[in-house]
């Protein structure tokens, strides 16, 4: 399977980077981003948060735009995320998912996207439990495609707003490192966050048992990757700790013993967050399993910025559903 | 596009010690219409509002010995030609930390032109709150056939008649190397 940027003009996209980061239609993925676009949604992301602490929590930005939520997977944060960001944006939002949609009734993929085409659309973001069909989607829609997790694939804006933590608390991304704990193989958050940390200067180490880290993930050493087998090796002297959800609806198979042993060998409980530096802080892209991947007392303390995280993704999707239906180089 | 260095200055209508005078005399209107600097708030629009207002601010202190509240507005967001001028343009950040409810806003621009910045300025305060007055500052009035909304300015630093092929551009040492404001043309 190709993946499209979604650039139709690749060579003006590069070109004005710097003048006007992030001039893509479409936010399929991370790795098909530079770090300048990266930094360039940051920045606006930043500025969008203030926003949401207004007593009139709305920017007529948007006026008269229309974004699709068209959600295959199930999702409460994130498409309350992205509904929220398209409302405080003055966009119409309309929400799709699976369990109402004629997919259900038989109708194909590209059927779908072509039918919600036809009403004229500006922006759909999609889910789906299958990697590549929001770059599917791209192709065939004229609306601007935003990727809201795909498969194992990429989770773009869950990886923006993790980075706007990071930035928030530690000022810089470049030069830190960062641990990535659990199911790395089921993980598109995982995959997104790898991209975006080492593509921004980051050291990233990842840990999980050895039946949930992909073997594809080797070749990203050279960006700066490590791959630890003990979850210790990974935590020391980090400067961020992000845990992954055990996801148990993907996995298929019995990749560890039980809930219990994982829980024993990889889960973050405060001694573990010892290793780290003391002023370590700590992500989780919900929702949490207390008591598996991380101790109750852990997420509750004063290092877990689960919450920072969520109130981040509505800043940080303002941001991206504004860039997208901004109109980019498509056609000059 | 034409960039700023295919611009070709014309004549040069205010220096730095004349721009000082006229910000000196704005600051002097404006606590003379207003009977002081209590529950006034000068609001500077994002770039060049926002330097002026600083200075504006520094000199009613001398004046009252009280600063006057201050903030910054970024309109982008509620520009009316969103939708027609290409890739989004860059936000920046509104800072109104002070409730603006009950007080005098002062807006402050450097340039009155077509008066669709102020369109959206105000339209963004309402959305703060409800003040008891706003009014315009401005350093450089165009003049008003240029105006395309019913909008006029309280105080004004200098009026210069302009045509509609000529840019005026204030200089400002925050933005630029020089303290000037100039007529452009395109070559």
Known sequence: ?332 | MASEFDLVEKSRIMDAAGMKRALRRLATEIVEKNQGAKDLYLVGIRRRGVPLAERLRDKIEALEGEAPLYGILDITLYRDDLSTVGANPVVNRTELVEDIDGKTIILIDDVLYTGRTIRAAMDQLMDFGRPKKVQLAVLIDRGREHRELPIQADFIGKLVPTKQNEIVKVMLKEFDDVEAVGIFERP
């Open chain 1, 1 to 332: 399977m190709t993946f499209d940027s979604g650039i139709r003009n690749p060579q003006s996209a590069t070109r004005n980077l710097l003048e006007k980061p992030f001039r893509r239609r479409d936010l399929l993925g991370i790795r098909d981003l530079t770090a300048a676009e990266i930094i360039g949604i940051l920045d606006t992301a930043e500025n969008f948060s203030e926003i949401s602490t207004r007593e009139v929590k709305k920017v007529p930005a948007l006026r008269g735009k229309t974004v699709i939520n068209l959600f295959f997977e199930a999702s409460t944060r994130t498409r309350t995320s992205f509904e929220l960001a398209a409302k405080r944006l003055s966009a119409d939002a309309v929400n799709i998912s699976v369990s109402s949609s004629s997919v259900s009734k038989g109708e194909t993929l590209l059927d779908t996207a072509m039918n919600l085409d036809a009403m004229a659309p500006d922006c759909i973001v999609v889910r789906h439990s299958s990697a590549g069909v929001p770059h599917q989607l791209a192709k065939v829609s004229k609306a601007a495609i935003v990727n809201a997790g795909d498969g194992a694939n990429e989770h773009p804006t869950q990886a923006l707003l993790d980075a706007m933590t990071i930035r928030e608390h530690k000022k810089q991304i470049d030069g830190l490192e960062v641990a990535i704990v659990g199911d790395i193989l089921h993980s598109r958050v995982a995959r997104s966050n790898i991209h975006l940390l080492t593509k921004m200067g980051a050291k990233v180490r990842v840990a999980g048992p050895g039946t949930l880290v992909p073997e594809d993930f080797r070749h990203l050493v050279e960006n700066g990757l490590e791959v630890c087998t003990h979850v210790e090796d990974a935590i020391e002297g980090a400067d961020v700790v992000m845990i992954l959800r055990i996801q148990r609806e993907r996995q298929d198979a019995a990749y560890f013993p039980s809930l219990r042993e994982y829980s024993i060998h990889y889960g973050l409980t405060n001694e573990r967050l010892d290793l780290a530096r003391k002023d370590a802080i700590v992500l989780h892209p919900g929702p949490m399993n207390r008591g598996i991947e991380i101790a109750s007392e852990v997420a509750d303390s004063s290092r877990s910025l689960i919450l920072d995280q969520v109130k981040y993704g509505v800043a940080v999707r303002m941001a991206v559903l504004y860039l997208a239906t901004g109109g980019a180089t498509v056609n000059g």
